[in-house]
């Protein structure tokens, strides 16, 4: 193999890839990145047996070929090169190692044969649907925070994501919760998702995906099956196992009948709520919302440290109400509220509280109360 590319596509496809080789394996081509010139495209794939990258950048093929070589050492050379400038990857008559020559730089790294390296078979997908990378970003950035990061429930390690039916109109909804919270979105149904399977994607596959999707003008094609997931992203193509489990029905701890609204400004609430918060130990977070006719008092008390309290004027007409919430939940929701103002549906101390925007309702959240 043969080839000269330019730095910068190099770079940028690099980057795409390398993240999902994990730093430490105890296989070790799973620590390289296959890279395949034919035609006049460099195809490279990286994989971790869960997930698997693939991206082909434009290239000057002088001799086809393939090899495989360590992801993160490859990335950090081609990183550290001039800028503008062009690479030459060539590999040795005997394939053992592959030179990276650019400008007076030249390097030399071990290869491991290509055919050595796993192939995540996908096997036939049973739904395929168009979506705007828009609207995935919305669906994964308002739902990611509140994926569960505990290992014994892993079918709370990922996004649940599912078509459903709501005011009449078929939605595509994401659903994510660690037991103390829970986000939830919709965005309409594009054709072809109809009757999809419902399916639990990965918190490394969802991260990996947020980043891929950061231009707004690409549309991105979905293929589903019971057991893998592919999203084609211009010239990337990621594709998944999904989490074996089953969801549970979260619709259940979602609270239809809190009559206690509250609204607030996202902006100066959510200052409050990190000032007061300064205050609290690490352990147990919690802010206390003390609610009288149009005022609103946060509390915070730290046996260790001392107290603050800050107040603020908000819409509310009920009953007085005393209330804890963690308050790094209450943030983490808040940085989510894409409008200027929310509305908190309460009903007692102990019960979920609802959040959602006051100006869209494709996003809602629920949030379980402390004791303070």
């Given amino acids: 193999m043969r080839i000269t590319l330019e730095r910068s596509n190099l770079l940028k496809s690099l980057n795409h890839v390398h993240r999902v080789v994990e730093r430490r394996n105890t296989i070790p081509i799973l620590s390289n990145v296959l890279l395949r010139a034919d035609g006049a495209s460099l195809d490279m794939k990286a994989t971790d047996l869960d997930l698997e990258i693939t991206e082909a950048t434009p290239a000057q093929v002088e001799q086809a070929g393939a090899t495989t070589v ?9 990183r550290k090169l001039s800028d503008g400038s062009e690479v030459l990857l060539a590999t040795s008559a005997d394939g053992a190692s592959m030179t990276v020559a650019s400008g007076r730089s030249k390097f030399s790294l071990q290869c491991l044969p290509q055919s050595d390296f796993p192939d995540l078979t996908a096997g036939s997908f049973s739904h395929t649907f168009r979506l705007k990378a828009t609207d995935l970003k919305m669906l994964i950035d308002r739902t990611q925070f509140a994926i569960s990061t505990e290992e014994t429930r892993y079918y709370l390690n990922g996004i649940f994501i599912h078509t459903i039916e709501s005011k009449g109109d078929l939605k595509l909804r994401a659903v994510a919760t660690d ?6 979105a919709d965005v309409d149904a594009p054709s072809g998702s109809e009757g999809m399977p419902g399916i639990i994607i990965p918190r490394k596959t969802v991260g990996e995906l947020q980043k891929l999707v950061d231009n707004p003008d690409l549309t991105v094609t979905v293929e589903v ?17 999904l989490i074996d ?8 701890v979602i609270p239809t009948n809190n009559d206690k609204e509250l609204k607030i400004d996202c902006q100066s609430f959510a200052q409050a709520v990190d000032r007061v918060s300064t205050i609290s130990s690490e352990r147990g977070r919690a802010v206390k919302l003390a609610l009288t006719e149009g005022q ?8 260790d440290s001392g107290s603050a309290t800050e107040e603020l004027a908000v819409g509310y007409e009920n009953d007085p109400l005393e209330i804890g919430f963690n308050a ?41 109360p402390m004791r303070v």
Wanted: glycine share 6%.
């Fill in 245 to 252: 489990g089953t969801f549970p029905d979260y619709q259940r």
């Fill in 70 to 78: 360590p992801a993160h050492l490859l990335y950090d050379i081609v």
């Fill in 296 to 303: 609103l008092t946060l509390t915070v008390n730290n046996p």
């Fill in 179 to 184: 037991g103390h919270r829970l986000a939830r």
């Fill in 225 to 241: 099956s019971d057991a893998k997931i592919r999203f084609t992203i211009g010239s990337i193509v990621l594709t998944s196992k």
């Fill in 328 to 368: 790094k939940y209450l943030l983490d929701i808040t940085a989510q509220l894409s409008g200027t103002e929310a509305v908190f549906m309460l009903a007692d101390p102990g019960s979920p509280t609802l959040v959602r925007d006051l100006a869209g309702d494709d996003a809602l959240y629920v949030l379980m």
